[in-house]
């Protein structure tokens, strides 16, 4: 049996071998490519990441900064970088980096002289640089039986994840050279005596001579951590302690997000914001609106948002910008607002210590998307981004949307304004991070979809709560008795409930109760007294003007194909709002496209000759010439150029006019003029070219 035990496992030896080596030449790869990354560098910026932040920068961070490409991107990375550690941003000058800077240049003139290695890349130097200058420090020198030995006393750091109280020992091995780090482990209680004759693999003889020595340093030879119960053998904690824990001090608590989103953001936002980025939650529901569309409602909440004073006043300019793209990276709809804020001094004493949130909606069409939004704080430099993938379905079937968990409603400020996150007369207020108060009401919003007659009058809806995956709540409702259909808005008291994680469960059940459909939600109900609240800024929309939210829908139908879907939804537009240039613009470009000439000269004829309304001269030019009346297309084009400036595409409108007028000379003009603003242009070089041969 043995036997065949052995050969079984010799064959797995060899794979973990094989793999062990793959691991190690890929990871020898990396290194040599790493090294290659940093050999590239420009001077200043090797020297910064090789020596000065060698201690501190974390791999997520090293990793970024060497895939930038320019040195204005690296040096606003180095920005961002002391900015993510300044422990108060309101003071002028980071007391991290200036305390940094300080360790440095310490240890750079303390340590190393013993070796041709400058002091930052000593034991001694990297320690004193991660942790700052010891407590207190013993020398043990000048004893015979020991070698150069110094311990560093270090206390209250359990903030930063180290014990409470520590050493960290540097001894010179065989009593000769520059301090090494001291690790129980690897060499014990022998290597810091001069003549010790003991068994030299016994950590217990080592250490009970060396407490005839020096009973001081033995008591720190076998555990650095003070207090921890020890017997005569080395402590792993300790190992742990100045193998992993120390070194990672300075990365703890520095949340590498920003990193990511620098390299991952810099083509798209400005540079002047890229070492600015701040974290945020966020949320995104779809609701069907009770016009038949729907609609995503987003919030995202920074962190912080900052304010400039201006005597008694406070200001600000937000800028909301982002698309919305399909799977393949195709833009869907692109979205831009920019909001200026202005608070009083009493506005400001309200809501400076809450959180802020920023709430919007957009009608969408059917489909699978991504939705990517930028808030710029304009006055500040700050931005922050939000990612969210959704599907706004093409048909109803039957269905529990997405649950929404809210921690305050309130009644909605007005029936005749559209805003994010009012339904069924009610404004909520959720909170991306799902977090409740235990005193709190939840108050639970729902749609049900593709709901049959029969189901209204005979089916059931059940909430449950669960915590630990208990059952600890149920409430029950006849479909029926539910007068707002396919809107569902409860409210959960959750007084009496302790503090814990919970999973909301939404059941749709039949007749006979059984469960036909499922949606969960998971909380948290904190145990502290309070939570912060936002104060909350978004744009309401007048229902009167409801077209825009027709056109928008009507642009994105014409941007995904779907010209007929598209036709209804601008005409609407257009026809609820006349007066509205744009409204009328994208109406035009659809019929245009539909090869409707004849309506589209009937719609904007008059917009041109009645009410001077100059942006219809293109699509008027546009409708003549597909009508082949070119005398009428030259005159609306050059109106265009008269009141917007030289365009590209109408002075080849033009050329392409008068050729088929056949008048050669003044298409040659217009083409000429075309080229001198763009002169890449092969297929209208081609006809200028053609033109002149034939002239000649």
């Known amino acids: 049996m043995m036997i065949n035990s052995t050969s079984a496992v010799r064959p797995m030896m060899k794979k973990l071998l094989v793999v062990c080596s793959v691991l190690v030449f890929c990871f020898s790869l990396y290194a040599e490519s790493e090294k290659e990354l940093i050999k590239k560098l420009p001077p200043p910026h090797r020297v910064w990441l090789s020596e000065e932040v060698v201690y501190i920068i974390s791999s997520v961070e090293k990793e970024v900064f060497l895939q930038l490409e320019s040195d204005r991107e690296r040096d606003t990375f180095i920005s961002a970088f002391w900015k993510q550690r300044n422990p108060n941003r309101n003071l002028p000058e ?48 000048s004893d015979n039986d020991l070698v150069p030995t110094v311990v560093w006393f270090y206390q209250g750091m359990a903030a930063k994840g180290l014990p409470d109280s520590f050493n960290v020992v540097f001894f010179k091995k065989d009593g000769i050279g520059e301090y090494e780090l001291y690790s129980p482990v690897k060499f014990g209680p022998q290597a810091l005596m001069r003549n010790f004759e003991g068994d030299a693999t016994s950590y217990e003889a080592a250490y009970y001579a060396l407490m005839d020595i020096q009973p001081q340093l033995a008591a720190v030879s076998l555990s650095l951590i003070t207090g921890e119960p020890m017997g005569v053998n080395p402590s792993i904690a300790s190992e742990l302690l100045i193998r992993e824990k120390i070194p990672e001090t300075p990365q703890r608590n520095i949340k590498n997000i920003y990193a990511s989103n620098f390299l991952k953001f810099k083509g798209q936002v400005e540079i002047d914001y890229a070492d600015n980025f701040m974290e ?7 609701v069907l609106h009770p016009s038949g569309h729907y609609f995503i409602h987003y919030l995202i909440e920074p962190k912080r948002l900052s304010f400039e004073q201006y005597k008694d006043k406070y200001y600000t300019t937000l800028e909301i910008s982002g698309n919305i793209t399909d799977p393949s990276g195709k833009m869907l709809t692109q979205i831009s607002r920019r909001i200026p804020l202005e608070l009083s001094e009493n506005q400001m004493r309200m809501v400076k210590d809450k959180l802020f949130s920023f709430q919007d909606m957009i009608p969408v069409i059917p489909g699978s998307y991504r939705l990517t939004i930028f808030l710029k704080n304009l006055t500040t430099k700050e931005f922050t981004s939000l990612e969210k993938d959704f599907v706004v379905p093409a048909r109803e079937k039957l269905a529990i949307s997405t649950l929404l968990l809210a921690n305050r409603k309130a009644a909605a400020p007005s029936s005749v304004v559209i805003k994010p996150f009012i339904f069924d007369g009610s404004h909520l207020l959720p909170s991306p991070r799902n977090d409740f108060l235990a005193a709190d009401n939840l108050e639970l919003f729902f749609q049900l979809h593709g709901l049959s007659e029969d189901l209204i009058q005979a089916g059931f809806l059940e909430i449950s709560l669960f915590r630990r995956g208990e059952k600890v709540f149920t409430k029950e409702r006849l479909l029926r008795d539910l007068g707002s259909l396919p809107d569902v808005l409860e409210t959960l008291p959750l007084k009496g409930q302790s503090p814990a994680y919970y999973n909301l469960k939404v059941s749709l059940l039949d007749q006979k109760k059984s469960e036909i459909a499922t949606e969960n939600a998971d909380f948290y109900i904190t145990p502290q007294p309070s939570l912060p609240r936002p104060w909350v800024v978004s744009v309401p929309t007048a229902v009167g003007d409801f077209s825009v939210f027709l056109n928008e829908l009507g642009r994105q139908y014409i941007q995904s194909g779907d010209l007929d879907k598209a036709r209804p939804l601008l005409e609407s537009a257009f026809r609820q709002n006349p007066d509205s240039v744009r409204f009328g613009g994208d109406y035009c470009q659809l019929l245009l496209q ?16 009645e009410k001077s309304r100059f942006e219809f001269a293109l699509p008027l030019g546009h409708a003549c010439q597909g009508l082949k009346e070119f005398d009428d297309a030259i005159v609306f084009y050059a109106d265009f150029i008269t009141h917007f400036g030289a365009n590209i595409n109408v002075f080849n409108q033009i050329g392409e006019c008068y050729f088929q007028l056949g008048n050669a000379a003044e298409a040659l003009k217009a083409w000429e003029k075309s080229l001198e603003l763009n002169p890449k242009q092969p297929r209208i070089r081609e006809k200028v070219d053609g033109l002149k041969k034939t002239a000649k």
């Open 94 to 141: 980071n007391e991290f980096k200036k305390e940094h800077y300080r360790r440095l240049a310490y240890v750079n003139n303390w340590f190393g002289k013993d070796s041709p290695a400058p002091g930052w890349r000593t034991d001694q130097g990297r320690i004193y640089i991660t942790l700052g200058e010891a407590h207190s420090i013993e020398r043990f020198e």
């Open 280 to 286: 945020s939650s966020s949320q995104l529901n779809v």
């Open 594 to 609: 539909k090869k409707e000439f004849a309506k589209v000269k009937a719609l904007a004829l008059p917009q041109v000759k």
